[in-house]
Structures are given as structure tokens and as C-alpha cells.
């Protein structure tokens, strides 16, 4: 979202904020965007619990396998940081059309390829259309949404992905020994094409890049859209004509107190995405290599996903009763008991599926703390831009998380030596963000 979208957020009634009320075209702007996140889930997570037919079937080691786990993750900082930018050019709705186009023919491509090269490329792209819906779906959120439902709106969307995994996990696990791994691809490429479909008849473009942009048919569209949320197009299109891009970029990111804190950010959302793509990547396939069947080794996937989304719940809860630094620092504290527990005993099916939740709370909660810290920290013209850098930048972690962890077990670490070695990252990731001031009142 841009400086104009947050002033708009910020500005007074009458030119003010996006109605203070929930109109359908909110709801149905929103109610998309969640299940644009629910499909990056099962796009992103698929691979992780079809891994181990993949390394039964191709035989490949585990520096082979943290690859194919790693790829993606270089492609979502492309998209998040070079093309979910073109937004702001071509509109967020043909980007995300766009993205998802991308992200259906690498998926359906994906189910036919014979090497681990290709499947490596086609898991970087999924990866740049991912990033880039990920970074555009929730600028359209937070823009359609009333302006003081807005963090809800952003959370919403959010608790999309862990929901998208859990049905994808459950899914997977039902029909994978019957179909193999190459049909749980194919048919998640078919549904992002499904939902293009969606997009291209039911989603409206930016209400603000149509006003900034400025064109007579856009004026006439916005207009249109300006009418369904119940504002003053008037007063918003005098609005945009005011408002200039001399707050926006790294420059002002950068300036005085806040370049503290975003080199803070960076470097404990780093930490924090190195834990939490070496456990969504590894987690199945290191609960077969410990003696479960994978029909329970993908359930304890899909458990640890199911108290992800608790853990982004809680966090919320906990947010607005205690600084979130705290918050932060608590959630990735106990993610170290929950971690050592679950490398480092063999339990029955029910306990390790207990306990596999308990690491998605606690990891999960704090991380997506991160994005709640960074929007107190930064102002409204900067936030948007301060939290998209930020998700781009760290994903250097995400990168390494899943790429480490295969080096670590192909040297022979044992499953619990490999899980202390990510509890020292969720320990830095939580004293790190101590360190990262917050406002005493957060700015609107």
C-alpha cells in the first residue's frame, strides 16, 4: 500500500478514511484475499508433505531435498520486493491475475517433470507469484477494509495461509499413496487457475491507484467503486491530486531513529523465517525418518499448521494487552521447550501431534508478531513500505532455514542436535526484537 492509501487511512471524515462501516464489496475485496492466501498456503506447503515420496521415488539426498524446500524462497523475495511494486504502475488486480497465471503453470508444469533441476525452477516461480500476491492481496485488504478494521483485516488475511495448509495436509494425506505425488501438484495448479477466474469476474481494481493514476475511465470506475464503499469521491480524488511520493522509499525508511529499528526488524524476522521455513519444510519428512507412517507424519504437518493458526490468534490477543517486543520475545522463548521436546523424544502418534501443534503456536505466533511490531514502529506513510522491505529483505532467512537443515542432516547431525541449532536462531529472533523500540502511542 502506498503513502496515499495510509493517508487516506489516516485522513478526517468526510475525505477520510474508507466508510467506517462493512459494505459487500469490503467483504468480497477481503473474503478474496483470504483465499488468495489459503492457495499460496497449499502452493507453498504442498511440496513440503509430498517430500517424501518425491526423495523415495528420485532417491535423493537431503542437501537435494532442502534445495527443492529452499527454491521458493528466493523467488517470493523477487516477487515481494521487484514486482509487487509494478502494482503501483499497472494496477494490483492485473498483478495479481498475473501472479496467479504464474503460479498455476509452474504448479500444473510441476507434476510432469522428470529432474530436480526443473523442479527447482518451477518452485522458484511458484515462489516470485507467491510473494508477489502475497505483498499485493494485502495492500487490497487493508485498503477496501474500514479503516479501524484494517489490522483485523490484515490478520484475517493472514490466518489464510495455516488454513490453506491444514486442508492441503488433510487432503494430501487422504488420497497420496492411492495417486503418488505428481496429482496433488497438478490439481493445485488447477485451482489457482479456478481462482484466476474468480478474480478476473469478481475483484475490483485499487480504489486509489484507480484515483492516482487518474485516467478518464478510470475516474469513471472509481466513481463506480467510490459508491459501493459509501465515500465522497470528491473529497478523495481532491485527496490523491495533494499527495506526493516525498514519503515514501528507503531514504525515509532509513532516516534518523527508524534506521535503528529496520535494521533491528531485518535481522529478527531473518532469524525468525530461518526458523519457520526449516519447520514447515522438515517437519514431515523428519516424523517419517522417526518411524511415522506418512499418512501421520503429513498429519503432524497439518497439526503444527492448525497451531500456527492459534499462535497468530493468540498473538493478536496478547498484542493489544502487552508491548508486542514482549510478545515476541515470550512466544519464540517457549517455541525452544516446544522444539527440544519434539526432536528430541519419541512419542506415540497423539503426543507428537500435540506437541507438533505446540511448536506452530509458539513459532508461528511470535514470527507474525514481526508484521504487528512494524506497523506500531513505523508511521502510516511509511508502513506499507517499511513492512513489504522487511518481508523481501528477511526472506534471506526463509532461503537459508530449509537449505541448512538438509546440509545439517546430510553431515549427520542427529534430528535433536538439528533442532537445538534452530532453537539458537528463535532465541536470537526473540531477544532481538526487544531491542526494537515501540511508540508510546501508535500512530494512525
Known amino acids: 500500500m502506498t503513502s496515499i492509501d495510509a493517508r487516506q487511512d489516516a485522513a478526517p471524515a468526510g475525505g477520510g478514511p474508507l466508510a467506517e462501516t462493512w459494505t459487500p464489496i469490503r467483504i468480497l475485496v477481503v473474503s478474496l484475499c483470504f483465499v488468495l492466501n489459503m492457495l499460496d498456503g497449499a502452493d507453498m506447503l504442498i511440496i513440503a508433505f509430498v517430500a517424501p515420496v518425491i526423495s523415495n521415488d528420485w532417491g535423493l539426498r537431503p542437501e537435494a531435498l532442502g534445495a527443492v524446500f529452499a527454491a521458493s524462497l528466493p523467488g517470493m523475495a523477487v516477487g515481494c520486493v521487484f514486482v509487487a511494486p509494478l502494482g503501483d504502475r499497472f494496477g494490483r488486480r492485473n498483478l495479481i491475475m498475473g501472479a496467479l497465471g504464474l503460479v498455476a503453470i509452474a504448479m500444473i508444469v510441476s507434476g510432469f517433470v522428470e529432474t530436480i533441476r526443473d523442479l527447482i525452477i518451477l518452485r522458484f516461480l511458484v515462489g516470485v507469484g507467491v510473494g508477489t500476491i502475497g505483498v499485493t492481496m494485502t495492500s487490497m485488504a487493508t485498503e477496501f477494509a474500514p479503516a479501524r478494521h484494517s489490522s483485523f483485516a490484515a490478520g484475517l488475511v493472514q490466518a489464510g495461509w495455516p488454513v490453506g495448509s491444514i486442508i492441503t495436509a488433510f487432503v494430501t494425506a487422504l488420497v497420496i499413496e492411492q495417486t503418488g505425488w505428481r496429482p496433488p501438484l497438478i490439481s493445485i495448479g488447477v485451482l489457482c487457475l479456478v481462482l484466476l477466474a474468480v478474480v478476473f469476474v469478481l475483484l475490483p481494481e485499487s480504489f486509489s491507484f484507480l484515483l492516482r493514476r487518474g485516467r478518464d475511465g478510470d475516474l469513471v470506475k472509481a466513481r463506480g467503486i467510490a459508491s459501493r464503499l459509501g465515500v465522497d469521491f ?164 526463509a532461503f537459508l532455514g530449509p537449505l541448512v537443515g538438509g546440509f545439517l542432516l546430510g553431515a549427520g547431525l542427529s534430528i535433536f542436535q538439528l533442532f537445538a541449532v534452530f532453537c539458537v536462531a528463535a532465541f ?14 501508535q500512530e494512525n
Open 234 to 397: 470528491e473529497a478523495r480524488l481532491a485527496l490523491a491530486a495533494k499527495t506526493g511520493p516525498e514519503r515514501r522509499g528507503l531514504r525515509f525508511l532509513m532516516a534518523g531513529d527508524r534506521l535503528k529499528n529496520t535494521l533491528l526488524l531485518w535481522l529478527a524476522a531473518s532469524f525468525g523465517y530461518f526458523v519457520l521455513y526449516f519447520l514447515i519444510s522438515w517437519i514431515p519428512k523428519l516424523a517419517v525418518d522417526s518411524g511415522l507412517p506418512i499418512e501421520d507424519a503429513i498429519y503432524a504437518g497439518a497439526t503444527y499448521n492448525f497451531g500456527a493458526f492459534l499462535g497468530t490468534a493468540m498473538m493478536g490477543w496478547l498484542a493489544i494487552r502487552f508491548r508486542v517486543s514482549r510478545v515476541i520475545a515470550s512466544l519464540f522463548s517457549a517455541s525452544i521447550f516446544a522444539m527440544l521436546v519434539f526432536g528430541g523424544t519419541s512419542l506415540p502418534v497423539l503426543p507428537t501431534l500435540i506437541i507438533a501443534a505446540c511448536v506452530g503456536i509458539t513459532v508461528q505466533g511470535g514470527f507474525n508478531g514481526f508484521w504487528a511490531l512494524a506497523a506500531k514502529v513505523y508511521p502510516p506513510e511509511l508502513r506499507s513500505t517499511g513492512i513489504g522491505l522487511a518481508l523481501g529483505v528477511s526472506r534471506i532467512g
Open 428 to 441: 536470537i529472533a526473540g531477544m532481538t526484537a526487544l531491542f526494537i523500540q515501540e511508540p508510546a502511542v
